[in-house]
């Protein structure tokens, strides 16, 4: 058996260094040398004191100018600021969702899409009060998807998911005036409220920001969820690797990078069809591997062990390789900086999305109603790229790690029930890891998530986090490019039990789990909801009393402040390496890291200090326990 060791970050950035030296050969630009650029950044607009929301301006405040030029101070412009960026997040997943539920709508027996989990459309139909009894299943899956459709602007009413958090939740929801109303409907009342002379009351904005971050997780991310596991399956644990060694030098190398499983499916579905394999070979290709970079790379591990070339930082090493045919793109986090990269080497940047279109790419439109055909020409053109690839310019960093992904929150429970007997004898529940947390073999939970941001070295506060909540017995549950942090280190392989305290690694053995677990990509965050929803049920706890936290230390984007709120909004105390651009008012800042809590019984800790971030969380996990007396 071969030895387990960690890939370390300095490991990493060595194959980043060998991979610029690519670059420099042939003139590519790279973020690295683009963050040099832009360093100093504006310190107006960090802080959040620069308002640009109407053309008197931008006005900047300042001590000498504590007022725009309508007026508003400081507090009120951050407040705006931080809304829109709430907005622009939410809005983002739940137009994933909405997509996904227009892929729903198009589901056949014969055709490209088709239900793969009936149990769970059986599950949600029964949930929303739709009549399940003798229907065809794709009658059915027609019938929720245009419900799903409706929630995005329905004139009524508060969203459907809700009725899935406990009871107390919902009640602090609905005292304190957040419900989520339809999806859409709360990123527009976002946009209005920030519109020059509407709100410029601190609290009124950022009540408004966690409404808006719950239509996101307990709305259009939860539609993304749980219709792609209707549609392609729900994950279960699965073996694959990570990093960018999943390169193939005799392939042709497809990467896939994005959000939208409805397009990643597709390309994975024809890199298997006998014509493209064919096809592959007669350009001398030994073959096609498909690896994934970002959300679409955990969508396609999950659900079929599709290797994980990297994370957000990563996107640009995959080109650098040299070995990349194409690099297929759909929507959210891709680099514009692709186009021009592609263009110093052999490879088609391939956008696929009206919603992402990009100067320096191949566009090749696609659509869920002629699915199949556009994933055929996707993969065709690929393939036919192989034969233009420079040799002397190939160079494939020989570092990966095996890793088990793929828990679900349904996935989480199976597993839970194989160690059933050992500790309570119901199945079906979270019950036996609400016993965990009760003994204290296992102390507590972080969700870990979120990007990577330049201003923390790539991937080391994700990693050095991990390891340190490992050895205090916490576990993790990890999503988006944190997940692909932690596989990328090893952290996903069954053998790095052995970083745990001595609870947590004997759960890790009796369960065959690996510590950090995999639960998906950045709208897979619902499935975090859904699991301490049923952790509260089944300890008999509120959320707000359950030794579990949230943790960005990496955050870059608009979705990650939306994610953000709807997690504290939750009742779930959310920590972050990176500051929101709130500084400058103490007022906002003190809302989100206090003032908030009596509304929702949790709030933000922001600390750039990452060893300490993570006293913290050990703190604040211990503080729960001692609340609950255990
Ligand atoms: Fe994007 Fe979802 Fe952030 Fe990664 S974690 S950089 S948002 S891919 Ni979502």
Redesign the pocket.
Known sequence: MDTFKLTTVEENEAATARLLETGALVGADSWQQRVKNQTPHCKFGEEGACCRICSMGPCRITPKAPRGICGCDVHGISGRNFLRFTAGGSATHSDHGREICHTLHTVKPDGDYQVKDPEKLIRIAKEWGVETEGKDIYDLAHEVSELALLEYGKPFGVQRWLSRAPKKTQEIWHREGIEPRAIDREVSTAMHMTHMGCSSLPEALIRQALRCGLSDGWGGSMCGTEFSDVMFGTPMPIDTEANLGVMEKDMVNIIVHG?DPSLSEMIVKYAEDPEMLALAKSVGAKGINIAGV??TS?EVAMRHGIPMAG??LQQENVVLTGACEAIVVDV??IFPALGPLSKCFHTKFITTSDIARMPDSDFIHFDCENAGENAKQIVKTAVENFVNRKQDLVHIPDIKQKATVGYSFEAIVKTLDTVTNSFVDVVGTTKPLVECVRSGVVRGAVAM????NPKVRPDSAHVELMKKLLKEDIILVV????AQAAAKAGLMDKRAKDLCGDGLKRVCELADIPPVLHMG??VDISRMMILVAELAKDSGWDITQLPVVGCAPE???E??VSIGNYVVATGIDTFLGVHPMVKASNVVDGLLQGGIRDWVGANYHVQLDIDKLGDEMIEAIEAKRDALGI
Do not use: D, L, P
């Open positions: 959000h970002c959300c955990n994370n957000f959210q986090c998530v979120g990007c990577n999503s988006g490019c944190s990509s950045c955050w870059m984007s979705k990650a």
